[in-house]
C-alpha cells in the first residue's frame, strides 16, 4: 500500500520559515517526479514546487516553482529516506494553506509536473498558518 506522509506543519508568524516532509511508503520515490501543492479554503489546488525523479550526473536535479515562492521555498529530495522536502522561508500569510506532497511516476518537465492530473499519489496534507 502506498502512502505519503506530510509532516512539518504549524502556526507561525510573518517571516518565518518551517521545512515540510513527506515521507512514502510502499514505493520508492527514485523513480518518482515529487511536487508540493497547495490548496486554501474556497480555493482550488495550486502548483507549489516540483522536482524530477532523474538526476544530472552531476547529482542536481530540475526544479520548478510557481512564481509567488521562487526565491523563498526550497524543494529536495532524499532518495535514501524516500522523502522529500519543502524549505519554506519568509512566509507570509497568503502562504496559509492545506499542503499535499505528491508523486508522478518517471515525471519530468515543467509542463507536465505543474499539473495535479499527472501525479499518481497523493498525501493527506499538513496545514500551514501564518499569522500576520
Known amino acids: 500500500q502506498v502512502q505519503l506522509v506530510e509532516s512539518g506543519g504549524g502556526l507561525v508568524q510573518a517571516g518565518d520559515s518551517l521545512r515540510l516532509s513527506c515521507a512514502a511508503s510502499g514505493l520508492d520515490i527514485s523513480r518518482y517526479a515529487m511536487g508540493w501543492f497547495r490548496q486554501a479554503p474556497g480555493k482550488e489546488r495550486e502548483f507549489v514546487a516540483a522536482i524530477e525523479w532523474r538526476s544530472f550526473t552531476s547529482g542536481s536535479y530540475n526544479k520548478f516553482y510557481t512564481d509567488s515562492v521562487k526565491g523563498r521555498f526550497a524543494i529536495s529530495r532524499d532518495n535514501a529516506k524516500n522523502t522529500v522536502y519543502l524549505q519554506m522561508s519568509g512566509l507570509q500569510p497568503e502562504d496559509t494553506s492545506t499542503y499535499y506532497c505528491g508523486a508522478a511516476r518517471f515525471g ?3 509542463h507536465m509536473l505543474r ?11 499538513t496545514q500551514v498558518t501564518v499569522s500576520s
Open 108 to 110: 519530468s518537465g515543467d
Open 115 to 125: 499539473f495535479g492530473r499527472y501525479y499518481n499519489y497523493w498525501g493527506q496534507g
